[in-house]
Structures are given as C-alpha cells and as structure tokens.
C-alpha cells in the first residue's frame, strides 16, 4: 500500500485526540456502564442456526443464544483488552438466521483482540435493529468479560450501514467505527431500488398512465421492462442513466453494473410490490454523458405511489444522519453496482453538514464488486482507526467532498487490481492469454453469471482465472493467468479448461483448450452438458484462504502454496498479487491425475517450500476455506 497522505494539522490530530480517548490513560473501564439496551427476545419469523464453532489455536470459542438472536465471541489466549463487534450483511430473507465471523478473524486473534457477532433476530435489512442487538451483545460481553479498554465496530454492505448508525447511536459502547460498502440507511435503500426501477421503466417507455393502470406495477418489470432492456441499445442507454444516477463516471463502472444487475432486479420487485419505492419528490441529476437530459428524464420518469405506513414501518430506526459521535472510517469501491459510491458521497456531505467533518475518513478502492476490499485492505484500514481512535493519528482518505470519482489513485489498495496502470504494469501482465468465443450448454446458447478457468499441466489442476465475466447469449471472454503471474498457470504445453454455474451446478467444459502463445487473444468455441458436468476436467479437492505467521501477519503476495500426499505434489498456487482477494485458491487431483495422490490421504501444505501446521483430507467433503499457518 502507498503512504497515506500527510496528516492535518498538529492542532487538528490534538483536538481529535482528545475527543477520541478518555480522560485517563487506561481507556474506557472507568466509564459508567449504559442501561442494557432493549432488544427482542425471540426471532422475527426465522429459525436460528447453530452457533458453534471452533475456536483458533490458541483462543477460546464462546456461543449460545442471546435474546432473539444467537452469537459467538471469540476470545484469545493472551487478551489485549480490545473488542471488535462485527455486523453481517443482509440474508436476503432466507429462513434462518446465522452468525458471521469477520474476514479478519486471524488477525485480531493472532494480535490479541476478541471479536464477537450476532445472526440478529431476523434476515430481513434491518441495520437499525442490527446495530441495538450488537450493542446488547457488547452489554453481555462486559458482564461476562469485564469491560473492554477499548471496543470497535465494523460491518459491511448491510452491516456497513448498521455501521453508520451505531457511530452516531452507541459513543457510550463503541470507540471507532469500520463501516464498509453501506448506504445511509433505509430510505436510501428504497430510493435507489426506485432509481432502478424508474430508469428502466423509461428506457421501455413506460409511461405514468400504463404504470397507474397496471393492477400490479411489478409485473410490468417483467412483461414491459426487462424485455426492452434485451435490446443492447436499450440495455446501454439504461445503463448510462444509472452511472449517471451513482455518482457518475468512474473506474469499472459498467463492469459493476453488470455484476448487481440480477441482484438489483430481485431486491426491485419486492419494493416496487409493496409500494415502498418513493421518487415522488425525486429532482434527477443527469451529467453531460447521460443519453437524456435532465428536464426531459424528469418530465417523463414514472412516478411511484408510497404506502406511507409501510415506508414508515420499512425505514424506521433504519438512518444515519450524517452527525457521527466517534471516529469513523468508511472503505467503498468505484464499481459497486449494488451500493453505489453516491451512498460514500452523500455520507461525506452530510457530516460535513453536521460539523462532523473531522470525525469522518474516507478510502475508496478502484473496483467493480460489492464490497470488493481485501482482507489486506481490512486489516490495514483496522490498524489505522486504531491509531486514530487510541493515538489521534487521523489516518489518510480520499476527499469525497472535491475529488473527481475518475481520479482516484488507488492509493489505498493493498493490492492493485487488474485494469488498472498498477494492476496492468505487474511482471507477467503481458504473458497472460485471452480467450472468447461462443458458449453453448446442452447445444444452445445460454446465459450464466460466472466463468471460470483452471490450467492443466503435469497431471495438476490450477484455477487461474484473471476474473469471472459473464456468459451472455451464448458468448464468453475471459482472461486466464500465466505461470509468470501465479503458481501453476500457463505455460507451453499447458490446457485450459473452464466452468461455470447454472442451476446450482458446476459444469466444465467438453474438451480443453490448448494454451495459446503468451500474450495473445485467442478464440475457442467452448461446450458444456448437464448430462456429463465433469467435462473432460479431472476431479479436485479445493481449498482457498489466506495464508500467515504464527503471530497473524500476513505472507506476501506471490507466496507459493502446495499440497502434499506424503511427498508427491498434488496441488500447486500461490497467494494473489492482484484484485480484492489476498489469498490463495488450490485444487488438488487425485491418482486418477497423478500417481500418489490417493482418494482420502492425509494431505500436508507447504508455504514457499517451508511446512504449514494445517492438514487436511484429499476428499471432496474437505473442499472448503482453510488457512495456512507457516509453521
């Protein structure tokens, strides 16, 4: 990561300071305790999931149920005093509600710090009850633990917004707030689903009659909408709305559009059904590079009819003001199609609005995915609120209030991305291959959100795929890695076969496609069958996580990850050098692939050569998430 910009001011750092830390040296335990905070005591039409889990070596695993909801705190061996409470993102409804742990989860217990989550009572978007049930887990944990020297919150997408308002809600739990890819609150959630809905309808030509008449709008999503957005001209002119609608132009705009569009369409209908859309009194902003202007967009835009009672029902305890009570660090992408850099944008000019400037640091990472940071990012951005919270060391951000959103820098990314001068610029960036051309599934032409690829060589299977692009109408291009950029990826001699996921299954391709010259773009008609979804790929084992010390630093990109059965070599990568994953994903063969890799041996891992403590099975029901530990 590149320096962090100068620090303001001493003056400016003192007055932070002193309105950060307490009074005395020893943090927050001489604080008078707050009353418990009211929560609900059963779950709201859902099921709770188990809570039990493992704890690290060396930490301590508690669990159980607490009120509505149910929890997990993990507390290390050796406690440094410090609590991070971490807040999940929506679960889109489902029927059970569940804990998370954080993404940093190695490194708060490798340096000291306990973490505790709650599933929350239910799964609906609930980031105002989210932040009161985390600060009743907090209440439980002081009169268990005692009270922490000092305890930080973080969430993200859901939970980032849930972030948001425990900073301004709880000062008298929390210290420092973390708050990733989250939106005000709830208007906000309903106003951008409206701007969704809206945009579409008049691309279609929808007009506010047809709307009215409709017995149910949302149908016409699917009869009048979606149908007009097939056409590409139709499709990029809804999409230039949108961009405009965001925040305007910036770094992977498009490709994060195309990565929530699904989403957003799912999230829209529900919305528009219940009438909690509401752009009645919407005055839309169109730039320059929009397809229409403003007073034309704003002349002819639908209009929605709110359900008062059930938008008050939907949003209430759900904001943010803007008016945090504490040091807060935000982290958002450029590209997030689900919740827009707008949302990071209009947090800055309400804080500032408050006279709250100086409690509000902002980073923004050059990427097209929702909540696209990682766990690197994470961990930096948490040692840095430390520091401010604990020292006064206001930490570096990007200036939301005058700064371009085409001129981020990426000056915060741990690791760059690739599409970018840094990302582009990395040794063996001119080695990777391209390859495109026409997909089809069970003989026809199909759609899917995801491909992928792994490169054959010398009997091992490596996923080395550059991204996961989309399959649309039946044609694909994607990017797969060379050997110079990642562990076991292409090389002369080398195959390429790829997968995909429709209907809840992995499918790979018929044949594989031999490495292409470095460098080049090379077109392969690729086929895949739901009758034989292995394809031609060997069958694997695979495993993805971070890798780190004994102490919960992180090894360096570009680390060398292996899996052993006793001493052949059945599976090789290495840790990213690029995008918003730090980690490693490795596939590991079988015998069928290479002699020696039985079915169902113990499996060992070597980080650049040197043993790791974890082992692991060579068998299907392993496959999963696991990190490494240099030994």
Same mark, same amino acid.
């Given at each position: 990561?590149?320096?962090? /910009? ?24 001489? /604080? ?11 779950? #709201?039409?859902?099921?709770?999931? *188990?809570?039990?889990?493992?704890? %690290?070596?060396? !930490? ?13 705190? @993990?507390?290390? +061996? ?12 929506? @679960? ?34 609930i980031p105002g009850r989210s932040a009161d049930e985390t600060a009743a887990l907090w209440d439980f944990f002081v009169g /268990? ?45 309903? /106003?951008?689903?409206?701007? $969704? ?14 709307? +009215? !008449? ?15 957005? +097939? ?28 990565? @929530? ?24 902003? %169109? ?31 759900? #904001? ?26 209009l947090l800055r000019e309400r804080v500032d609005a408050a006279g709250k400037g100086d409690l509000l640091v902002q980073r ?33 951000? #990007? +200036? ?46 199909? #759609? ?24 649309? *109408? ?49 077109? $392969? ?17 695979? $495993? ?14 570009g680390t060398r990850v292996e899996a052993y059965v006793g001493d052949v070599l059945c599976g090789v990568a290495s840790t ?37 403590? @974890? ?17």
């Open positions: 990561m590149s320096s962090p /910009k100068l620090l303001l001011f001493v003056l400016v750092a003192v007055s932070i300071a002193v309105a950060a830390c307490s009074d005395d040296d020893d943090g927050q335990q001489d /604080k008078p305790l707050p009353a418990p905070v009211d929560v609900r005591q059963e779950p #709201d039409g859902v099921t709770l999931a *188990d809570p039990v889990f493992e704890p %690290l070596p060396g !930490a301590m695993a508690d669990f159980g149920r607490l009120g509505g909801a149910v929890y997990q705190i @993990e507390m290390p +061996d050796d406690w440094n005093g410090r609590l991070l409470l971490y807040m999940h993102g929506f @679960e889109e409804l489902g029927p059970e509600a569940s804990v998370s742990a954080p993404d940093i989860r190695r490194y708060l217990i490798g340096h000291g710090y306990a973490w505790g989550a709650s599933s929350f009572s239910s799964t609906a978007s /268990k633990y005692g009270r922490p020297e000092w305890t930080y919150v973080t969430g993200e997408s859901m939970g980032g917004a849930a972030s948001h308002i425990a900073a301004e809600r709880y000062p008298d739990r929390f210290d420092g707030a973390l708050a990733r890819c989250g939106t005000m609150g709830q208007t906000e959630n309903a /106003k951008a689903l409206s701007d $969704f809905v809206a945009a579409g309808a008049y691309v279609a030509g929808v007009s506010q009659e047809e709307w +009215d !008449a409709a017995p149910d709008p949302a149908s016409l999503i699917d009869s009048r909408i979606l149908p007009a957005l +097939d056409d590409p001209t139709g499709h990029a002119q809804f999409e230039d709305i949108m961009i405009e609608l965001t925040g305007g132009p910036r770094m992977f705009d498009r490709e994060g559009f195309h990565l @929530e569009e699904e989403t957003n369409w799912s999230r829209a209908r529900p919305v528009v059904a219940a009438r909690i859309a509401s752009n009645a009194a919407t005055d839309y902003e %169109l730039g320059s590079d929009a397809p229409v202007t403003s007073e034309t967009f704003n002349r002819d835009v639908v209009r929605f009819t709110t359900e008062d009672a059930l938008f008050t029902t939907f949003v209430e305890g759900g #904001d943010a003001a803007g008016d945090p009570r504490m040091p807060l660090l935000t982290l958002h992408t450029t590209g997030d199609g689900q919740v827009a850099v707008e949302q990071a944008q923004v990472m050059r990427d097209a995915s929702h909540c696209g940071f990682s766990t690197a990012e994470l961990e930096v951005a948490f040692e840095d609120l430390v520091a401010w919270v604990e020292r006064g060391e206001r930490p570096g951000g #990007d +200036d939301l209030a005058t700064q371009e959103l085409e001129d981020l820098t990426g000056e915060f990314e741990v690791l760059p991305r690739r599409g970018t001068p840094e990302g582009d610029a990395l040794p063996g960036a001119d080695q990777q291959v391209t390859v495109s051309g026409a997909a089809m599934l069970d003989g026809a032409p199909f #759609d899917a959100r995801f491909l992928g690829a792994r490169v054959l060589r010398d009997g091992l299977a490596t996923p080395c795929q550059a991204g996961l692009p989309p399959v649309v *109408d039946g044609r694909y291009e994607i990017g797969v890695l060379a050997e110079a950029q990642s562990a076991g990826c292409g090389a002369p001699g080398a195959e390429i076969s790829l997968w995909t996921f429709v209907n809840g299954e992995f499918l790979y391709t018929m044949d594989s496609i031999p490495w292409p010259a470095a460098g080049v773009a090379a077109r $392969f008609d690729i086929e895949f069958s739901t009758s034989s979804p292995q394809g031609s790929a060997p069958s694997t084992v695979d $495993f993805s996580g971070e890798v780190y010390t004994t102490g919960g630093d992180r090894l360096p990109p990213s050098r690029t995008g918003n994953f730090s980690g490693y994903i490795l596939s590991v063969v079988g015998p069928d692939s290479v002699p020696g890799c039985e079915a169902g041996a113990a499996l060992t891992f070597r980080l650049d050569g040197e043993p790791a403590l @974890e082992t692991a099975t060579n068998d299907p029901d392993a496959s999963g998430r696991l990190d490494l530990t240099l030994d």
